[in-house]
């Protein structure tokens, strides 16, 4: 147990670093959770589990390796959640009103949890938080109970699978950091053996290698002379510049562009209550539920509760209020309104924020900042560690070998590995961003490619099938604004199925 919770720390501390250097400081929140086995080893000003955890807490934090992290004070970055009778912590089971009191506190405060300037970051829990809690920034797991239960570590497992967020908001869609670790009290092989198997008769989910041993993991080693590497040298030159974009685009435009997606919007439907009739019977010990009917009635005097529509839009947009109103009386819809408001509102805000953003990125220029680069030396002081099973040992790179998660990705590296026409390739680190006017842009690859008389330095992207959804969120907007940064006509795109997609 003592192990386990010098390792959650170790963790904790190495995906806050991780952030911290792929994203910046104070971008996103790091939360671990502790399931005791019991509350009194924790709770007890002399519990072991808190003396371990200050221990492993102070020695680790005072190693040079987090020293750009905040320093914190210990009792500020831990914290107990239990279910208390008369004002002293108690075993509890999940099911009596002392656990409701739990509940009702961890809802109240669990936003707080997800500003980084809030020091807690450790959170100690017996059963209160096994389910029915849904914070999204919980990075490790410490399993100090003797979980047997498949639904129970279901339930501790489910804690943290969710796509964590930004302080901003938004979700993280990184899939580098999104990763949840379970320091378990078993061995690897068993516990995932446990989980997939009951995940997989339950909900069909095959989960392939996306568990991993956090154990077997590796360090990529930059080779000797990769800094003066010719080809290096002159790639880099070509992509290191920082460069701020403005966009320009005329109003007459936006409104056209909108007003022709509001029109085509879906029909708006009037909305409706469905009643369904249910008759249940009980056979051989069970009860069974029979459909006898169901009808639909449609809601009434919603006509009469239109918002201000407006305000919302331009609150949602930033649009001043005389352009949406062109938009929308262009549009055609605007009768649509009072039959669903709040079906209307959402479609047509869709539809004017794509029209504004495929201004944004037909608009947008970029010219490089005097004297602002990104550094050479950043390769050498961040790690590139990755999972074993997922790392592919290269030639042409000036790694020995990269951390490759997707098949397209591992047939593309190993198709440049091969052609005697690649100079060199690089995937480019988390921490190489490009500013467009929807969020930040991180290119996968950097290639010098040898043609007869010239070498081509191109920056390029693959996908696969699990990222399609991500192109019809914005991704692909990202994606051209970044291309639009290094000049770059056009972009490839390497699905394993489906290839018409895009």
């Known amino acids: 147990m003592q192990a386990q919770v010098r390792e959650t720390v170790k963790q904790h501390l190495e995906k806050e670093l991780a952030i911290h250097e792929s994203l910046g400081a104070d971008v996103m929140k790091v939360l671990s959770l502790f399931f005791l086995d019991r509350v009194s080893n924790y709770d007890a000003p002399d519990g072991k589990v808190r003396r371990w955890f200050a221990d492993a807490f102070q020695e680790l934090t005072a190693l040079d390796r987090y020293s750009s992290l905040p320093r914190w004070p210990l009792e500020a970055v831990h914290g107990g959640y ?32 997800l500003r980084p300037e809030q020091p807690l970051r450790f959170i100690f829990s017996h059963s209160a938080l096994r389910e029915g809690w849904d914070n999204p920034n919980i990075f490790q797991i410490c399993t100090l109970n003797e979980t047997r239960s498949p639904v129970r570590m279901r339930q501790e497992i489910g804690r943290g699978m969710r796509l964590p967020v930004l302080a901003s908001g938004e979700r993280c869609f990184d899939r580098g950091l999104n990763r949840l670790t379970v320091v378990a009290n078993e061995q690897y092989e068993e516990f995932v053996k446990t989980l997939q198997t009951q995940i997989r008769e339950d909900f069909g989910v095959e989960f392939g290698d996306r568990v991993q041993n956090a154990r077997a993991r590796r360090t990529a080693q930059l080779k000797d002379g990769w800094a003066t590497d010719p080809d290096f040298v002159a790639l880099w030159n070509q992509i290191k510049h920082r460069t701020r974009y403005s966009v320009a685009y005329r109003s007459e435009d936006l409104v056209a562009r909108a007003a022709t997606l509001v029109h085509a919007m879906k029909p708006i439907s009037a909305p409706q209550i469905t009643m369904t009739t249910v008759r249940l019977g009980l056979e051989a010990d069970e009860i069974t539920p029979t459909v006898v009917a169901t009808r639909a009635i449609e809601v009434e005097g919603v006509g009469s509760l239109v918002p201000d529509i407006l305000s919302f839009l331009q609150r949602e947009t930033e649009l001043t209020r005389t352009t949406l109103a062109e938009i929308l009386v262009a549009s055609g819809r605007l009768s649509d309104a009072p039959k669903n408001p709040q079906q209307f509102l959402d479609q047509a805000l869709r539809a004017i924020r794509a029209a504004l953003e495929e201004l944004m990125v037909d608009g947008v220029k970029y010219e490089r900042i005097a004297g602002v680069e990104w550094e050479m030396r950043l390769f050498d002081s961040a790690d590139l560690v990755g999972y074993e099973s997922r790392m592919v040992e290269v030639k042409r790179s000036i790694y020995d070998a990269l951390e490759l998660e997707s098949g397209p990705e591992r047939r593309f590296a190993a198709a440049l590995d091969e052609r005697d026409d690649i100079r060199l390739f690089v995937k480019l680190p988390r921490w190489f961003k490009v500013e467009t006017p929807i969020g930040t842009y991180n290119p996968d690859w950097a290639i010098v490619k040898q043609e007869e008389r010239l070498k081509l330095y191109l920056v390029r992207e693959t996908k696969s099938t699990h990222d399609e959804y991500r192109l019809r969120q914005g991704e692909w907007a990202k994606i051209r604004c970044g291309m639009a940064h290094f000049g770059v006509l056009g972009v490839n795109f390497d699905f394993a199925a489906s290839p018409n997609e895009v």
């Open 82 to 113: 239990f279910a208390r009778d008369r004002g002293q912590a108690i075993d509890s089971t999940g099911k009596t009103a002392a656990d409701d009191d739990a509940y009702r506190l961890i809802m109240q405060d669990k936003e707080e949890l």
